[in-house]
């Protein structure tokens, strides 16, 4: 799997949660056992413009940054779907959430699979 896949594959996670804001926000909101609000679901729409933006940005990454790929890779691919995790995980340490493996488990392994090629890459 070459960087510009994964980043591919992030830009596809990315923009199927900026759908889910938009289009069904209480699908997005079961898994961590929150109630939609009306202002909820506004606030959904509003952040999936910047996650629309996000995953155009890791899909076009590889034709805009030449032989800086793998700095950006580390950045977005590792940096920041560690941060997604520190974030769920804080919110679940504090009750704010319920456990969903399956909205930490795509953050988990693109994560590890950012790492591992970009430790290859240098």
């Known amino acids: 799997m070459t960087l510009q896949n994964l980043l591919r594959a992030q830009a ?6 900026a759908l889910l804001f938009w289009v069904a926000p209480e699908m997005a909101a079961q898994g961590a056992g929150w109630t939609v609000s009306e ?9 999936s413009v ?5 995953g155009l940005f890791a899909w076009m990454a590889p034709s ?12 977005y691919g590792v940096y ?8 769920q995980l804080l919110h679940i340490s504090t009750g704010a959430a319920l456990l969903d493996p399956m909205s930490l488990l795509p953050a988990i392994v693109l994560a590890a699979l950012f790492f591992w090629k970009t430790r290859a890459s240098s």
Not at 39 to 47: A, D, P
Not at 64 to 75: E, M, S
Request: include cysteine; charged fraction near 10%; proline fraction near 2%.
């Open 50 to 54: 910047p996650l629309f933006a996000l």
């Open 39 to 47: 202002n909820m679901r506004s606030f959904g729409q509003i952040l």
């Open 80 to 87: 920041l779907n560690l941060a997604l995790i520190a974030v």
């Open 12 to 17: 596809i996670f990315v923009w199927v949660y």
């Open 64 to 75: 805009w940054v030449g032989d800086n790929l793998n700095k950006v890779c580390v950045i």
